[in-house]
């Protein structure tokens, strides 16, 4: 038995995501699995259980899998468990990236650099993305293999025949959190907007700061462009599909990430990406693709890199999604 791990398992988070489909691809495989989370949701996810129901369940011979992204209150619990263990770092956002707008999480990001060293006591340590493998590199002694966490059977990766690009749409895609300098791509849409006088910008995700999203909408009142940028919010994958096949850009000017699976769907569906630099979602970027400074605009050459800044050959692409198969994680897991 694989047992997964994770503080928090949510449908359309990147981290539940990632351990639903891990689940899924395991199962599809005849390996037996089981979720256990702190956080979820028993509605959307009924196939997740409570933590503590694992620390009943668990046998000598099974695997344990701990998704780590934050804070884990159970890690050391976990770690005295006799079991094969191997952990998956998504990377933690640095925490004064959040002091301003999200004190509480900032605190258990600090709290979570503080546990960093115990991973080294796992049997396997996996990251997300080279960049966040040297980060973890720092504090323990074991070499990170790097898996992107992304799987092929995510819906949104599953169909570009009708891609069209027709209109000059530019999204944000991702939660609507300070760290994700929102802000800062509205001000370069503003310049876009300059060059592309029918662009519109459609910020996608969930928004769960509240002074935050008083603060953005502050930003687009004073940049004049009400009626043409718009908070989606959350919306299905159905509708997301849609914005990506229909749309021009794409803008993330995060200034921390552990991989960005956002950035891969947009560059999958032919978008022209901007990505601010200094961090893991660059990997996903080729030679073809420049990254840009967010607190530079005034020396962008916009009107190039509105033309040119895009991935034309999908094979790179699939080529990411392909390194998630069961070959790869029956060998992590079971051998």
Known sequence: MIHIIAPDIWEKDAVGNFCLDLSKLLTE????VSLYAQNFS????????NIDSFFINIKNDDVIFLSYSIYDKYLEKILELPNKKICYFHGVTP???????EPITAELCRKSVEQFPL??????VIANSKFIANELEQFINKEVLVLPPIFPS?????????????????LVVGRVVPHKKVENSIKLFVKIKELMPEARLRIIGSMPNHIYNEFLKEEVNRSGLNGC????GIISDEELKEFYTNSYGFINASLHEGFSIPVLEALYYGLVVFVQSGHAAEELLNSDIKSIDFNS???????????NNKINKIEYIVDILSKNCIYTWSNILIK
């Open 42 to 49: 028993k509605e959307e996810t009924p196939n997740v259980h």
């Open 29 to 32: 495989n005849n390996i037996n």
């Open 229 to 232: 940028i718009v908070f989606k």
């Open 119 to 124: 991973l080294d006591k796992f049997n396997k």
């Open 95 to 101: 925490a004064h990236l959040l002091e301003e707008f």
């Open 154 to 170: 995510r819906y949104i990766l599953n169909d570009i025949k009708n891609i069209k690009n027709k209109n000059k749409d530019f």
């Open 297 to 307: 605009l005034d020396n962008l050459d916009l009107e190039n890199l509105l033309i």
